[in-house]
């Protein structure tokens, strides 16, 4: 079975850094991107970027670009987010997603995983 | 930047059609997936290049895409398709979401 695993929920104080992980089975994982998706409290999807395993190809969201960390240890099969100084306005839910197809950072997300909740607060 | 609209919220009867609009400029000459999310979630793809449906999605999902609109229908409405739906794109250089529309079935 094709599936992500996500890290479990953090709680953070403001100025904390943080990174959260991605583990993906049941495929090759060094041949699809692995993306990731904040959606704050009660908000919609956003795009943060995308990272390819085979070469650790980073593709950032304006939106997110120097706000974030993208990487990959594919040894071990793991996409991960990072930042290094947290804000109260980075509490989400984070989603990472794979495309459908290999070597496609465009194309539909097919595989999702379920999500880490990341709360920032003093 | 491009921008996706969506209704806010779209109510339906059971057993009736719903649909669903994404408003883009241009986005008939895009490829637009849609994301089902229920409540508390994950995303879910129930179609992908604007009329496919991934396997185990009903045959009551569609999509369609012209113009300036994508429409996500929806046939024979049940509760379980109560949801947030989202558009999305691939504009340029980055993946744009719509802004998300909450199915009531009543």
């Known amino acids: 079975e094709v599936q992500l695993v996500q890290s479990g929920a953090e709680v953070k104080k403001p100025g904390e850094s943080l990174k959260i992980s991605c583990k993906g089975s049941g495929y090759s994982f060094s041949t699809y991107w692995i993306g990731w998706v904040r959606q704050m409290p009660g908000k919609g999807l956003e795009w943060m970027g995308i990272i390819y395993p085979g070469d650790s190809d980073t593709r950032y969201s304006p939106s997110f670009q120097g706000h974030v960390i993208i990487s990959v240890d594919k040894s071990i099969n793991t996409a991960f987010l990072q930042w290094t100084s947290l804000k109260a306005s980075d509490t989400a839910i984070y989603y990472c997603?794979?495309?459908?197809?290999?070597?496609?950072?465009?194309?539909?997300?097919?595989?999702w995983g379920p999500g880490t909740m990341v709360t920032v607060s003093s | 930047s491009y921008g996706l609209t969506q209704p806010l919220s779209v109510s339906v009867a059971l057993g009736q059609t719903a649909r669903i609009t994404c408003g883009g400029n241009?986005?008939?000459?895009?490829?637009v997936h849609w994301y089902q999310q229920r409540p508390g979630q994950a995303p879910m793809l129930v179609i992908y290049r604007d009329i496919n449906r991934p396997s185990g999605v009903p045959e009551r999902f569609s999509g369609s895409n012209s113009d300036d609109t994508a429409t996500l229908t929806i046939s024979r409405a049940q509760a379980g398709d109560e949801a947030d739906y989202y558009c999305q794109v691939w504009d340029g250089s980055t993946r744009v979401f719509g802004t998300g529309t909450k199915v009531n079935v009543l």
């Open positions: 997603a794979r495309p459908d197809r290999s070597g496609h950072f465009t194309a539909a997300l097919d595989v």
């Open positions: 241009n986005i008939g000459g895009k490829e």
